[in-house]
């Protein structure tokens, strides 16, 4: 049975208190958004709702830009919610951003995604559960954040070595100034890149005691999330953020879900599927999404799902599809009226 978490998301009161802070007043949000007043009392939403709320705030605060830098200051850090409060009382910056990562799955519909590398460290913004991009302000907010939990929790003036977003954000001055760096509008993905040597930091904030107390809490709820959660959807969801470039394996996978690879493959098989099906779906449902985007090329697509052969690809995609991606692709765009 298909569990769908990110239909339930709950809005943190300290969301309303930010909003009063900034002299928007929560039913006016509502009224924007065209949502009961009672979300305000009783805010567990739909991802289309708690979507619709972040447009309305847009819209009533102005320039997407100013919107973000002025809620992500304004929030009070007593007012965060458990998943948060872990985060900022981590031992350090890079401790912060894996509670955050790993907590953010009992706050869908954002996902994060770390990377180091180098001497950066790179944070992809991603959805989980659906396939329906979040609004700019949501995006923003989001990577502002962990810029900002990084600033009060070190007590440094911290800066951002590059922030990327897929859409248009306002006035980018406002955003360059706030993070202090370039800003790159138009990009393929929501990023954040981070000196690599920040997450080494340690907070002022660290209160060992109270993670202690925290911790064991946030780790049974996500269990429970995980166990609500079908195996399948789970191990999807998994492959369509790691398939870029190279061989995936069952074990990545069930390391991630903190299970043997016998123990997932009997759960798939419960499930009556594979890890071999469940992979070819996933490539399959990439493929079609990266396709209708037209800055895309087909070499491209075939190493963002996991082909470092483009015959290979053209090759599946006959079989899923009955015809090339470059005649699909066509046929896509011109019923979208792209072209």
Request: glycine share 6%.
């Amino acid at each position: 049975m298909k569990s769908h978490t990110s239909d339930r998301i709950k809005i943190p009161p300290g969301f309303w208190t930010g909003l009063r802070r900034l002299g928007i007043a929560a039913h006016d949000v509502a009224r924007k958004a065209r949502l009961p007043l009672t979300i305000i009392t009783e805010p567990v939403v739909t991802t289309a709702q708690y979507f619709a709320i972040w447009q309305a705030y847009s819209d009533l605060i102005g320039d997407t830009a100013k919107g973000i830098i002025k809620l992500a200051t304004v929030f009070e850090t007593t007012k965060y919610p458990p998943s948060v409060l872990a985060t900022y009382h981590a031992r350090d910056y890079r401790d912060a951003l894996n509670r955050m990562a790993r907590y953010k799955r009992l706050c869908p519909p954002e996902s994060l995604r770390i990377n180091e590398e180098g001497e950066h460290c790179t944070i992809d913004l991603e959805w989980l559960d659906t396939e329906q991009p979040g609004p700019p302000m949501l995006v923003g907010i989001t990577l502002a954040f962990l810029l900002e939990l990084g600033r009060r929790g070190t007590g440094q003036p911290l800066t951002a070595q590059l922030v990327e977003f897929s859409h248009t954000m306002g006035d980018v001055s406002v955003l360059e100034a706030y993070f202090g760096c370039r800003i790159r509008i138009g990009a393929k993905r929501n990023r954040l890149t981070l000196y690599r040597c920040d997450l080494d930091r340690s907070f002022v904030s660290y209160n060992e005691e109270l993670l202690e107390i925290l911790t064991p809490v946030l780790d049974r709820s996500l269990n429970e999330q995980k166990r609500s959660r079908s195996i399948a959807e789970m191990v999807k969801w998994i492959m369509k953020r790691s398939l870029t470039g190279g061989r995936f394996d069952i074990r990545a996978v069930a390391k991630e879900l903190s299970m043997s690879d016998r123990t997932l493959q009997r759960r798939l098989t419960e499930e009556n599927t594979s890890f071999k099906h469940l992979l070819t779906q996933a490539r399959h449902e990439q493929a079609r999404e990266y396709l209708a985007d037209p800055s895309l090329d087909i070499k491209e697509v075939a190493f963002l799902i996991g082909y470092e052969d483009q015959n290979s690809f053209y090759r599946a995609f006959r079989l899923w599809e009955g015809d090339t991606p470059s005649n699909w692709r066509a046929e896509y765009l011109l019923r979208a009226g792209i072209y």
